[in-house]
């Protein structure tokens, strides 16, 4: 059975102060790594895809890794409107279009 | 501007009732989904579908019930026989079945009482 575990549940930083989130998996044939945003009350919001070991993205701040275990969501300089909850997802070779789903970080950045 | 949307953002319903909550999207998009949101729980999948008049069972079907007659809709119906209905409930889609990248809606918080 496919999992995704993320850690920490949640992280609190003050406004600048770097950090890594974290999305380990067991998935029987990576097809796919996906990170999304997700604020309160909304749906969330589509920010990278990773495919293979070794292949990173950024964007802004934000910058994802892929290993062959885990991906990281490496965040710089964090500013208080990146406050959400950050969601990993795996796609498994033979699943279909089947995502599984990660339980969240939610991270909280301060002035 | 395309995207998706759900309707209504809030439904409250009495225990007993069904109740059909609304997705549409106008990104031409091939593939439909949907997904239940709890605190402390990933995303479920409940129902998907790949194109018009086709759609296949998640992992949490029972209880739910979908069509897909257009492309750029497919309603989701939550029985009375979901034990647990309130909850988030999630739109996505994606540009085909091969396409791995899905995009979300809004959501609808669903409140059964």
């Known amino acids: 059975e496919d999992q995704v575990t993320q850690s920490p549940e949640a992280l609190r930083l003050q406004e600048g102060e770097s950090s890594s989130l974290n999305c380990s998996y067991t998935?029987?044939?990576?097809?796919?790594l996906f990170w999304y945003r997700q604020d309160p009350g909304k749906g969330p919001e589509f920010l990278f895809t990773?495919?293979?070991a070794g292949e990173e993205k950024e964007k802004e701040r934000l910058k994802a890794t892929l290993t062959k275990k885990e991906s990281f969501l490496h965040i710089t300089a964090p500013k208080p409107e990146d406050s959400a909850t950050y969601l990993c997802?795996?796609?498994?070779?033979?699943?279909?279009?089947?995502?599984?789903f990660g339980t969240g970080t939610q991270l909280k950045v301060e002035l | 501007d395309g995207g998706i949307t759900q309707s209504p953002k809030y439904l409250f319903r009495k225990e007993g009732q069904n109740v059909t909550l609304s997705c549409e999207q106008n990104l031409n998009h091939d593939a439909m989904y949907w997904y239940r949101q709890d605190p402390g729980q990933g995303l479920r999948l409940i129902y998907y579908?790949?194109?018009?008049?086709?759609?296949q069972k998640g992992d949490i079907a029972e209880g739910y019930s979908v069509s897909r007659e257009k492309k750029e809709s497919f309603p989701l119906t939550v029985t009375s026989a979901q034990k647990n209905p309130t909850a988030f409930y999630l739109c996505?889609?994606?540009?085909?079945?091969?396409?791995?990248?899905?995009?979300f809606g809004p959501g609808t918080r669903l409140t059964v009482t």
């Open positions: 997802a795996v796609q498994a070779g033979g699943g279909g279009n089947k995502l599984t």
């Open positions: 579908s790949q194109i018009v008049n086709d759609f």
């Open positions: 998935v029987s044939g990576l097809r796919g």
């Open positions: 990773l495919y293979s």
């Open positions: 996505a889609s994606s540009m085909s079945a091969k396409d791995y990248e899905q995009y």
